[in-house]
C-alpha cells in the first residue's frame, strides 16, 4: 500500500511540474503595446512608486508600529511606578526609553 501512494505522488508531483517554461520566457522578450496572454501576470507586482505632486506633502507612512511602542511604553511606565523600588525604577526607565523611541519614530 505505502509503495503504491509512493508511486502516485511521484506521478501526481511530475504532472503539475510545468514544462513550457522555456516557451513562454521567449514570448514574454517581445515589446509590445497590445494586452496579450504572454505578458499577463499572475501573483504579487511591485507597485510603482508615483510621486506627490509638488503643492501636496508626500503621504505620511503606516504608524502602527510607533504607536504600539508609544503605548507598551507607556504601560511600562505605569507598571514600575506600581512595582515601587529598584525593580520598578528599571522599568520605569526602560518603558520612557521605548515610549520616547517610539514618538520620536512617530514625528518622523
Do not use: C, H
Not at 509503495?3 to 517581445?30: D, F, K
Not at 503621504?59 to 525593580?87: C, E, F
Request: proline letters at 6%.
Amino acid at each position: 500500500m505505502s509503495i503504491l501512494r509512493l508511486v502516485l505522488v511521484a506521478a501526481v508531483s511530475a504532472a503539475s511540474l510545468s514544462s513550457p517554461a522555456s516557451a513562454q520566457s521567449a514570448a514574454s522578450t517581445r515589446v509590445s503595446g497590445a494586452p496579450v496572454a504572454a505578458q499577463a501576470t499572475v501573483g504579487v507586482r511591485k507597485a510603482l512608486y508615483k510621486p506627490a505632486p509638488a503643492g501636496q506633502p508626500a503621504p505620511r507612512a503606516d504608524t502602527r508600529q510607533n504607536r504600539a511602542l508609544m503605548l507598551v511604553g507607556g504601560a511600562a511606565l505605569l507598571t514600575g511606578a506600581v512595582v515601587g523600588g529598584s525593580a520598578g525604577g528599571l522599568i520605569s526607565v526602560g518603558g520612557a526609553v521605548v515610549f520616547l523611541w517610539g514618538l520620536y519614530q512617530y514625528l518622523q
